[in-house]
């Protein structure tokens, strides 16, 4: 009812909404006077529009016609713009002009029309030139608001004061949350974040009960007193400043802030407004800084912030413009040598949002509910943790939003005056010749009948110069190995942000042509068993990943150290691999191994586990780890409860190895062949019935992991309940055997396994009497005594294998399941016994990759980046234990939903 009453005081009389467009010209190029505004999605968070309902009354009245799309998350309801005058309805392509907020999807552009909205492309920016493209090739005429200004260059329509309250407002709320988690109480934790308010004056009353508190109480004293510096000088920092001047202020001079920091008030904020001189100086020192000069030769100045400003203050509010001819602002050496100095600062909002910008390291928009992450610059990397050593950055690019009523009443208000005769105007004419409207508007226009407009011919320039750049620091990785694991490695690598060439290398080339169509990759023939082919692959790239059989690993390896490439690959360390530890460090080269799943993942994992608890003065007393992939539970039904989405030979060969673990300090080692018989219950999940296996030599891993000997240590694989008992039936019945026979070589006589149990290796049923009943159930559904034919490949193991991929292989709708579990037992100094249990949980999706897929290929490739970015300074044949390492891979993997989730409990 309050809504309505405030809409009838707004609008006055209820208006009769217009029923049709009909008389309307087709929408075109050419102006029917139909405006559509589009529905926004970009984001959940993008509820502003272009236009509010009052400003929609004021075009009808004008004979204007709006269309408008209908939206359940714009802040204004649909009802609303109807009982404003304007048209609901889904097809806005009746209209000649469609205004929309923020960029538009390439999908839902629709060719030949006026396009209004901020497109993000004046920069060249590399995510949005396909959306340059597709607006040229549709001849759309497109219209950026950034760059509508007035005869002075001052831009006419914008959010930019809403982007600097809203800022200043998470900032203030952020350094709560920073400084909780700090391990200080602050008066900022009395405030919300923007999008807590229902409007800027509710948050203002808010900020002003903080800026009591601080007046009464002051801000902690080791971080006191508390100074804000500020870049910019348009709207932005405007809008920022609005907020700042709320708490209790005084505004300073850059001169004065060493004075300051040293004889500050702690009930004070102070603001330090920072003009360009600040931030650089001639590099001559005997020239002055001048304002002219500095727009027209920045090549000849130096950045001095780091050195003047930044060791002084408590936050940065950057809401500067910079491009990439200018000095930045604070790069991550600078930033790192702060820290190391002993940095006041906490904070940086960066307001302008704009990745690898002023700011270096700002390398992502973060998001509304997620407004802050911490930057580390020792290692470069980023956390969302609010206790996790470094800085506070944050960098959210769609800002407004958070007050979309009011930031929508402001813009609409600014940009109605140039709509009604946009909507008349004709696009369809020369550009030249587009002389119907404003210079306001003709001057924004960037694209017309299909070509940049002369005014932003610069970015076609822009373009091939970052293009040339993009080429020179473009990183080759060649990729060994079409198997499954190598559509997900691809897949993140080609989205990271490092510019990276691959070439997929197989032994198959039509998959590998197959997979390389799919992700824009170059495909190549190769044969790793030929030394001369296989150094001419791995030559000219930056690393290479090996996903090719275990056993040819050591190959490629060998190969990238005499041609000083660097190597990733998911397996174990063999014994030949390790052999070339030595060589690898004198040629500077990582071989980084076991970087999949199991190993892998469980590495990262147990590794953060194992060194927290150190740090906290624990010691770790058991530590079980059990790993498997498997069928999803509801696609399990067969007589093995396993299925095979690659050859089974690995898992087969598996279970003949031996195996030594640690239980109740007693170590227990089985033969080679006896795996099977040593299966054991695991408890995970109630509703479900698991085993586990001993896994090769857990005790190989304590001196690795940095543990003393606890008294219980295993790693195991993980089965669905009855798996053991199965194989421990078939190894009887010699399936296992490696043997060439003359009966199974490919062009011998035509037989069944029938024939091949009962003749060739004198097996029948009657060896069955020992099992149970169950198991033998199980060992005939498999079909080994049946009279189908077999898939003759020399060895029994081989064959054995072809007949287990037809008859347990996934179906197209099936999904796999990736189950990874630790178990902690801790005992804690004061002689308290804690144990925990970190637990992922991975099903497939059976219309994209597979879990196992996933949970290898992920982590290979985030390595991969990290190594091409530099951050792995190590050389030799390594493991994934390094801290930072494990640290920054495991957090990369969350942002995927491949993360472990954690329970603990005390004695």
């Not at 048209?87 to 205004?99: M, T, W």
Request: glycine share 8%; proline share 6%.
């Amino acid at each position: 009812m309050l809504r309505a009453a405030q809409l009838r005081f707004q609008c006055g009389t209820p208006f009769r909404p217009a029923s049709s467009l009909s008389g309307c010209a087709p929408g075109s190029l050419k102006g029917n006077g139909v405006v559509a505004i589009r529905r926004e999605t970009k984001n959940r968070w993008e509820r502003r529009a272009p236009l509010d309902p009052s400003n929609v009354r004021t075009l009808v009245r004008r004979g204007i016609k709006v269309v408008v799309q209908p939206s359940t998350m714009r802040f204004f309801t649909n009802e609303e713009y109807v009982k404003a005058g304007a048209v609901l309805q889904e097809d806005i392509s009746v209209a000649s002009v469609i205004l929309g907020v923020k960029e538009v999807p390439i999908d839902l552009l629709i060719p030949e029309r006026t396009l209004m909205c901020f497109s993000h492309t004046i920069k060249a920016q590399e995510p949005n030139m396909p959306l340059l493209d597709a607006i040229l090739n549709k001849n759309i005429r497109l219209i950026d608001y950034e760059c509508m200004v007035d005869a002075r260059g001052k831009r006419v329509v914008g959010f930019g004061k809403f982007a600097g309250n809203a800022g200043m407002i998470d900032l203030l709320r952020g350094l709560g949350d920073r400084l909780l988690g700090l391990g200080y109480s602050s008066p900022f934790l009395g405030m919300g974040y923007t999008d807590y308010y229902h409007s800027l004056s509710a948050s203002k009353t808010a900020i002003q009960l903080v800026g009591h508190s601080i007046m009464v109480n002051g801000v902690p004293a080791d971080h006191a007193p508390f100074i804000f510096a500020f870049t910019g000088e348009g709207s932005v920092t405007q809008g920022a400043l609005e907020i700042f001047r709320e708490l209790p202020h005084e505004f300073i001079d850059p001169s004065e802030l060493e004075e300051v920091v040293g004889s500050g008030d702690s009930r004070t904020c102070y603001g330090v407004m920072l003009k360009r001189e600040h931030l650089a100086q001639p590099i001559d020192p005997s020239q002055a800084f001048n304002k002219e000069h500095y727009t027209e030769h920045p090549e000849e100045y130096r950045p001095v912030f780091h050195e003047k400003v930044a060791p002084y203050i408590t936050a940065l509010v950057n809401g500067m413009y910079w491009d990439a001819r200018f000095p930045k602002l604070l790069t991550q050496p600078q930033m790192q040598q702060l820290m190391r100095d002993g940095s006041r600062m906490l904070a940086i909002a960066d307001i302008s949002a704009d990745p690898y910008g002023s700011i270096e390291f700002t390398k992502v928009c973060t998001q509304i509910d997620r407004p802050f992450l911490v930057y580390n610059p020792e290692d470069d990397t980023e956390i969302y943790n609010w206790e996790a050593p470094g800085i506070l950055l944050g960098s959210v690019d769609n800002l407004p939003a958070q007050m979309p009523k009011e930031a929508s009443n402001h813009f609409g208000h600014l940009l109605l005056p140039y709509i009604a005769k946009l909507a008349q105007s004709d696009g369809s004419v020369d550009f030249s010749q587009q002389t119907d409207i404003p210079d306001t508007l003709r001057n924004a226009i960037i694209t017309s009948q299909g070509k940049l407009t002369p005014r932003f011919e610069y970015i076609q320039t822009l373009r091939e110069e970052k293009e040339h750049t993009r080429l020179g620091k473009e990183k080759q990785v060649l990729v060994c190995g079409s198997g499954m694991v190598v559509a997900p490695c691809v897949e993140y690598l080609k989205s990271c942000d490092l510019d990276i060439s691959i070439t997929i290398a197989s032994a198959d080339f039509s998959q590998a042509q197959a997979l390389a169509k799919k992700y824009n990759c170059t495909a190549a023939e190769l044969n790793v068993e030929d030394p001369a082919l296989l150094e001419r692959a791995v030559s000219n790239n930056h690393a290479v990943i090996s996903l090719v059989p275990a056993s040819l690993h050591a190959r490629i390896a060998q190969a990238c150290i005499k041609l000083g490439v660097n190597m990733v690959t998911t397996s174990y360390i063999s014994p030949e691999m390790q052999a070339l530890d030595q060589s690898a460090k004198d040629a500077g080269v990582t071989i980084l191994n076991e970087i999949g799943l199991d190993p892998g993942i469980d590495h990262l994992s147990a590794m953060q586990m194992f060194d927290q608890v150190a740090e906290h003065g624990g010691k770790l007393d058991v530590f079980v780890s059990y790993c498997g992939g498997l069928p999803a539970p509801e696609f399990s039904n067969n007589p093995l409860g396993y299925k095979f989405s690659w050859s089974p030979r690995g898992v087969l060969s598996a279970g003949q190895n031996a195996a030594r673990w640690r239980e109740n300090n007693k170590v227990i080692e089985t033969k080679r062949g006896e795996l099977f018989k040593h299966a054991r219950p695991v408890d995970i999940f109630p509703a479900l019935s698991l085993e586990g296996l001993p896994n090769r030599d857990s005790l190989a891993y304590e001196p690795l992991y940095g543990l003393d000997a606890p008294t219980t240590m295993m790693r195991g694989t993980l089965r669905f309940k009855g798996f053991s008992a199965v194989m421990c039936a078939l190894q009887e019945l010699g399936m296992f055997s490696e043997k060439l026979l003359p009966e199974l070589a490919p062009d011998a006589p035509a037989l069944t396994w029938n024939d091949l149990m009962n003749g060739v290796l004198n097996r029948n049923t009657g060896n069955l009497f020992f099992l149970e009943e169950a198991v033998k159930r199980r060992v005939l559904g498999l079909g080994i005594f049946s009279d189908a034919p077999v898939n003759k490949k020399g060895t029994v193991i081989d064959s054995f294998c072809e007949l287990l991929k037809d008859r347990l292989a996934y179906k197209p709708h099936e999904s796999d399941l990736v189950l990874l579990t630790h178990e902690f037992g801790i005992v804690w100094k004061d002689g308290r016994k804690e144990t925990r249990r970190s637990t992922l949980y991975k099903v497939g999706d059976p219309n994209g990759h597979t879990a196992m897929a996933t949970t290898v290929g992920l982590p290979c490739a985030i390595a991969v980046e990290h190594l091409l970015g530099g951050h792995i300074k190590a050389t030799g044949v390594l493991r994934p234990l390094q801290k930072d390492l494990y640290n920054h891979i495991l957090r990369q993997l969350a942002k995927h939903n491949v993360l472990l989730h954690e329970e603990s409990f005390f004695e």
